[in-house]
């Protein structure tokens, strides 16, 4: 394992924060419709833990890593919240 880690020029800690942090984003959309401040609060820190490991971190794999867990959530907020909204003036 440390092989994997030690050619990416980044721990492991950055890959299990950003996947942790997308999960709990999604398990909050997903699961808590109702609490909305919550999915909100989670998606800025995600944002921003995104952005940061993109701006400051080096090594090329977890600048693509962090860029596409950012855009793959950024579609699925935009698409589920539109399909809700659609369903809700029917």
């Known amino acids: ?3 994997v880690f030690s050619q990416t ?3 492991p800690i950055d890959f299990i924060a950003i ?3 997308f999960l709990l984003t ?4 997903f699961a808590l419709k109702d ?4 999915n909100t609060m989670l998606l800025v820190v995600f944002v921003l833990l995104c952005v940061l490991s993109i ?3 080096e090594g090329l794999t977890l600048k693509l890593f962090a860029a596409l867990m950012l855009v793959s959530t950024l579609i699925v907020e ?4 539109r399909k809700r909204n659609m ?3 029917q």
């Open 1 to 3: 394992m440390d092989k």
């Open 35 to 38: 609490k909305r401040y919550l």
């Open 87 to 89: 369903n809700a003036t």
């Open 19 to 21: 996947s942790a942090v």
């Open 26 to 29: 999604m398990l909050c959309f």
């Open 55 to 57: 701006v400051f971190h």
């Open 78 to 81: 935009v698409l589920v919240t």
């Open 9 to 11: 020029a980044s721990g």
